[in-house]
């Protein structure tokens, strides 16, 4: 039990620190998403260069695995790409809740790829939590209107891709610190050809916004990681969804935003799909080995 606590509290901090991350991306001004992304995954590069260094990782990739690993990255990179320009033009709440549709993708991902199996209730709460999602995205033919909020359900597809590969990684034995150092090197390679052509000054507040976003980013990735070292991801993965709530207040406190009343109904939806999947693997069927 304390290592189940461990690790709810452990997920906990990761919500908070990528609430925090949105809220620094924000903040960081009008500056193309790829800067953003480019900043963000550059202060990860550095932090994961370093604890690579520190565990003495080995970068030694199993038969097969390369492809995989390269696809884990591109994904995550277009994941990212898309989370921020959502989040600079849709309510922070919003970008947040469309980013968290990833664990359903993951199951699908996981079922199309691994060939996991896919429980009735699972297919259930993944048509339940899309259905959630187009309260949140709320779809129009005005183009101008809508293609924010499509840019941050991609990114939430896109990550439940990446995390489905990182699935596969973890099966195949690949080092943890690893996936996120290549990933992260990957993303700085990706976007610094346009962040050359098309670098935007930026001031000193600026620069500390995205340091701060891609510290927080860090603290995000290694807080959730340990956390399901602690408890197993069908215990603790629905305490995730209190990200929801960091990046409300914070979207309130720092930019006095409201969500409606059709995205606060997304979010119940959304989140009762989490809960009741929960649920269904803790007390339904407790052995099971999902999730």
Known sequence: MKSKYKGIILIICSAFCFALMNAFVRLSGDLPSIQKSFF???????????????EKGSAKLPKGAGKFLL??????????????????????S???????????????FSW????EKLLPV???????????????????????EFHASFAGLCGGICAGAAYAMVRILGTKGVNKT????????????????????????MTWIQ?????????AAAGGQFSITSAYCYAPAREISVY??????????????????????????????????????????????????KI
């Not at 963000?40 to 520190?54: P, Q, Y």
């Not at 919003?94 to 699908?108: E, G, H, R, Y």
């Not at 199309?112 to 060939?115: G, P």
């Not at 699972?122 to 005005?142: Q, R």
Request: with cysteine.
């Open 178 to 201: 690893f996936i996120v150092l290549f990933f992260s090197g990957f993303s700085c390679l990706v976007t610094l050809p346009f962040l050359i052509l098309d670098y935007h000054p």
């Open 240 to 289: 995730d969804y209190s990200q929801i709530i960091f990046a409300t207040a914070l979207g309130f406190l720092f930019f006095r935003e409201i969500p409606d009343k059709w995205s606060i109904m997304g979010y119940i939806i959304i989140i009762f799909a989490a809960v009741g999947m929960f649920w269904y693997h803790n007390f339904y069927t407790p052995k099971h080995p």
């Open 71 to 92: 696809l884990r990255s591109i994904l995550g990179t277009g994941g990212i790409l898309c989370n921020f320009y959502a989040i600079d033009h849709l309510v922070l």
């Open 122 to 144: 699972e297919a259930i709460a993944v048509l339940t939590a899309f259905l959630g999602s187009m309260l949140v995205v709320k779809p129009s033919f005005d183009f101008s």
């Open 112 to 115: 199309l790829l691994l060939k």
């Open 94 to 108: 919003d970008a947040s809740m469309l980013n968290k549709m990833s664990p359903f993708f993951t199951i699908l």
């Open 207 to 215: 620069i500390l916004t995205l340091i701060g976003a891609g510290a």
């Open 40 to 54: 963000r995954n550059f202060v990860a590069l550095i932090i994961a260069v370093g604890l690579f260094i520190k």
